[in-house]
C-alpha cells in the first residue's frame, strides 16, 4: 500500500485528488492539507510514500515546500500552469498532472510511482542480503555424485575449466559440472568478483594487489583487462596506483 497526502490550498482539487485515490487499492490517503504548513506537521507524525503537491499556493509555495524537505517522499505535483514542467524536474518529482488532469492520467502517474517503489524496494531487498554475513550463507554443487555444501565465507577463489569449475575453499577445492557464469550468478556481487574469464576471486581474502594480479594466499590471480574497471569500483581504488 502506497501512503499518500494530497496537498492543495483548492477544496474541489482536494476533492478530486481524494475521489481518485480511493479508486486506486493499491493507494492510502493518510491526509489532506491546505498549505505546506498544514502538511509539515502530518509529515512529521506520519510515513508518507508519495505526494500529491499543488505549486502555487499562498505563504509557501509547492516548489519552496519540497525544497525544504531533508528527506522527501516522491512527488507528483499536480498545476494549473505547465511551465513549471523543467522545474519539476529538477527537483526529482515522478510526474507531473496538468489540471484539469483526467482519471486514466492520474492512473498513470501512481503506476508511475509504485514501479519506481517496487524497484527501490527490491535494491534495498538485495542490499540487506548482500550484507548478511557469508559465514551464514552457503550453496549445495553436485560433485562425485553427491551434493556439497559450499559456505560462501569460505570460498577463496573460483576457477573456471572449460564446462567445470574449481572451488578452492581449503586443502582440496570442490570440483562440480559448471560454468563460471553460472556460478557467478549465486553468489553475492558486493563480495565476489569477476577478474578475468577463468577467475572470481571472494574480496574478502585478498592479500594484496600488485603489478596487475592479485594475491589470495601463495596463488596468484591475474586481473584481465576487460574486469579491471569493474574489480577497481568495487574495491574503491583508483587502478592508477599500479
Keep these: 500500500m502506497i501512503r499518500c497526502l494530497a496537498i492543495d490550498d483548492e477544496t474541489l482539487a ?118 548478511i554475513s557469508l559465514a551464514d550463507r552457503f550453496i549445495f554443487v553436485k560433485s562425485d555424485y553427491k551434493l556439497v555444501k559450499v559456505s560462501l565465507g569460505e570460498i577463496l577463489y573460483i576457477e573456471g575449466l572449460k564446462d567445470y569449475i574449481k572451488i578452492y575453499m581449503g586443502p582440496r577445492p570442490v570440483i562440480t559440472q559448471m560454468s563460471l557464469k553460472s556460478m557467478e550468478e549465486k553468489l553475492p556481487a558486493s563480495e565476489f568478483v569477476r577478474v578475468h574469464r577463468s577467475f572470481i576471486v571472494n574480496i574478502r581474502k585478498i592479500d594484496f594487489i600488485e603489478r596487475g594480479n592479485i594475491l589470495i594466499g601463495t596463488r596468484e590471480i591475474p586481473i584481465s583487462t576487460n574486469y579491471r574497471e569493474a574489480f577497481f569500483s568495487l574495491i574503491n581504488q583508483d587502478k592508477t596506483f599500479e
Excluded at 512529521?44 to 503537491?53: G, M, R
Design 14 to 131: 482536494l476533492d478530486l485528488l481524494e475521489d481518485n485515490i480511493r479508486k486506486v487499492p493499491f493507494l492510502e490517503l493518510v491526509n489532506r492539507c491546505s498549505s505546506g504548513f498544514e502538511a509539515f506537521s502530518v509529515l512529521k507524525e506520519e510515513q508518507i510514500d508519495l505526494i500529491f503537491l499543488d505549486i502555487r499556493m499562498p505563504d509557501i509555495s509547492g516548489i519552496q515546500f519540497l525544497s525544504t524537505l531533508r528527506q522527501k517522499p516522491l512527488v507528483i505535483f499536480t498545476t494549473a500552469y505547465e511551465n513549471y514542467a523543467l522545474t519539476g524536474f529538477d527537483l526529482d518529482v515522478i510526474d507531473y498532472l496538468l489540471k484539469p488532469f483526467s482519471f486514466e492520467r492520474f492512473l498513470k502517474a501512481v503506476n508511475k510511482a509504485r514501479d519506481f517503489l517496487a524497484l527501490k524496494d527490491q535494491a534495498a531487498t538485495k542490499t540487506e542480503n548482500d550484507v
